[in-house]
């Protein structure tokens, strides 16, 4: 019996002592900032636009607040926001716009609008 006490003894210092070893290993790596694969680019309306408004140079980004959204004398990309929406300016206004309205809900685009309903 007393043999059996001395031995699981053994095996606790042992294992304590192992843990310690590869802890004090861990402890001691470090691996430098290499930055690799880090890219910076500013995120701007004309690199947010869907596919369908390629053709237009967006400018000016406009979110909606409301249920009618109009866009600026800019080419604005106009962002509906979740529900029926009336986007886009009405002629006279200069700007080409990229509308994207809101899935399942009725979306009314003015003259302005190149349209995307996703």
Do not use: E
Not at 10 to 21: E, H, K, M, S, T
Not at 62 to 71: D, F, I, K, L, M
């Amino acid at each position: 019996m007393r043999k059996l006490f001395w031995q699981a003894a053994a095996v606790v210092v042992i294992a304590a002592l192992a843990g310690r070893v590869a802890l004090a290993m861990t402890a001691t790596d470090t691996v430098p900032a290499s930055h690799a694969g880090q890219i910076v680019t500013a995120i701007t309306p004309n690199t947010l636009k869907p596919a369908a408004c390629n053709a237009i140079t967006l400018t000016n980004l406009v979110v909606a607040s409301g249920s009618t959204t109009t866009g600026t004398a800019a080419n604005d990309l106009i962002l509906g926001r979740n529900g029926n929406n009336t986007l886009g300016a009405t002629l006279p206004l200069n700007g080409s716009d990229c509308c994207v309205g809101s899935a399942g809900h009725t979306n009314t685009y003015n003259t302005s609008c190149t349209v995307h309903t996703p």
